[in-house]
């Protein structure tokens, strides 16, 4: 059996094959190599259900002939095969359909060194599968120690240790590697006439900055026990307190219709509002794929163009789409940085914290809604419409008061950032979305 490749080995087999391709009739030619190592373990009520190992690698291209384009892959690096492989894409790109808006990105003269990013950590390599499957069993056995908990959903441990190549004909040339790992725990709670769940997790770069299982499986159990005995409201309209998890969810929906892709195919109500005011001034939002040892951080997209800050919303106003080099050709501007090999993704897209303390919005409520999960779609990118099935506590003179259920939540994206009255200190990056709590002036929360 030939021995693994090395990191240079690859890199040099990335530009290899970008040279042939163009020997043999591409015009443009992107190659990317993938190399990793995962691990997941779930557990439940004590024992393992799933038990995943294994190393994977693979070669992916892009070629780029008279405007058309054709795409390849294989895990099989055999030099022999992949140069067959490009031949075979060559022939089919020749078949395909002229775009053109179909390009690689130009060489760009600004770079970022991976190791400034802090986003490998190599203690996540050495963990042994006894410590990982130790972890996710001892999260559910505390959550399950105290005696209002009636079941478990399970318990899980995830680990990712891979590296990224890429070269392509313009003269690019990167790899960096990144780490991840998570601990997660599900739980449920009451009978079966009043039964409630939910979950908590934490995601990192570094094993260090892991919250530990005392800590996860507490918050689960908290977050899972406080919707215990819920109550049915009125439908009315009424003050809409978001947590930091609902306004991630929030922000997903915002980030999807701020997509290029979504811009050029009118499929969002954003499309035409550059410079418009979008939101409350107290909203800034911003995509940045820089800071350091946050789980949406690399050097540089999926195409090679050098990782950036965004600022999309500015004290309300829409200053950026978020664009791969597609979109950007398409729509006339310059990419951010967000191609994820299938079209445009997040970096770090967060709305920066504000200044008061989650206890102080709530305190803030007379009456409303603190909102801690939502079901179902119901989200129309091409008007902004939501309408989610959701669960909350009800606030009753600025304190929590009981939970609730049963209730539907409406409203329209635009208008919901317009009415953003405080936002939060909280704000906490536990992925690639986040954002801190945020109170709405007013939203229908539909009941009985």
């Given at each position: ?124 390599g050495r963990l042994d599968s006894k410590t990982k499957i130790g972890l996710a069993l001892e999260t559910e056995r505390i959550a399950l120690s105290d005696a209002r908990i ?154 090679g163009v050098p990782s950036r800050r965004t600022v999309v919303v500015q004290k309300g106003i829409l200053k950026s789409y978020l664009c791969n080099t597609y979109a950007a ?120």
């Open positions: 059996m030939k021995p693994a490749p090395r990191t240079d080995d690859l890199l040099s087999l990335a530009d290899r094959m970008v040279r042939y391709g163009r020997a043999n009739g591409a015009d443009e030619i992107e190659v990317s190599v993938g190399d990793g190592t995962e691990f997941s373990v779930d557990v439940r009520l004590g024992e393992i259900e799933n038990l995943v190992e294994a190393g994977s690698r693979s070669l992916g291209l892009r070629v780029i002939k008279e405007e058309k384009t054709a795409y390849a892959s294989s895990s099989d690096l055999e030099e022999n095969t992949l140069k067959r492989l490009i031949r075979n894409a060559v022939r089919r790109a020749a078949l395909s359909s002229r775009d053109e808006f179909s390009a690689l990105p130009r060489l760009s003269s600004r770079s970022v060194d991976p190791a400034s990013l802090s986003i490998y950590d190599p203690e996540i009636t079941n478990s959903h399970g318990a899980s441990f995830i680990t990712n240790d891979g590296e990224a190549v890429l070269a392509n004909s313009n003269g690019f040339t990167g790899r960096f590697q990144k780490t991840y790992c998570s601990l997660s725990v599900g739980l449920q709670a009451g009978d079966t006439n009043d039964r409630v769940e939910d979950f908590w997790f934490s995601s990192q770069i570094h094993f260090r900055t892991l919250e530990p299982p005392e800590q996860i499986a507490r918050t689960a159990v908290e977050r899972t026990v406080r919707q215990l005995r819920p109550r049915k409201i009125k439908t009315q309209k009424v003050p809409v307190v978001f947590e930091p998890m609902m306004t991630a969810g929030l922000l997903g929906f915002l980030f999807s219709c701020a997509a290029g892709t979504a811009i050029y195919q009118k499929s969002s109500f954003l499309v035409g509002k550059l410079g418009q005011r979008i939101a409350g001034e107290a909203i800034t939002i911003v995509d940045d794929g820089l800071l350091p040892a946050k789980l949406g951080t690399s050097p540089f997209d999926a195409e050709r398409k729509l006339k501007l310059k990419s951010t940085g967000n191609a994820d090999g299938g079209g445009v993704g997040p970096n770090n897209f967060y709305l920066e914290p504000g200044p008061h303390a989650p206890a102080d919005i709530i305190r803030s409520c007379e009456k409303g809604l603190l909102l801690i999960r939502t079901l179902g779609h119901g989200l129309n990118p091409v008007t902004g419409d939501i309408s989610r099935g959701a669960f909350g506590l009800w606030i009753e003179g600025g304190e929590i008061a009981y939970p609730v259920s049963e209730i539907t939540i409406s409203g329209n994206l635009g208008e919901i950032l317009k009415n953003v009255e405080m936002v939060g200190s909280d704000l906490e990056f536990r992925g690639s979305i986040c954002g801190p709590t945020i109170k709405v002036a007013e939203m229908m929360v539909a009941g009985t």
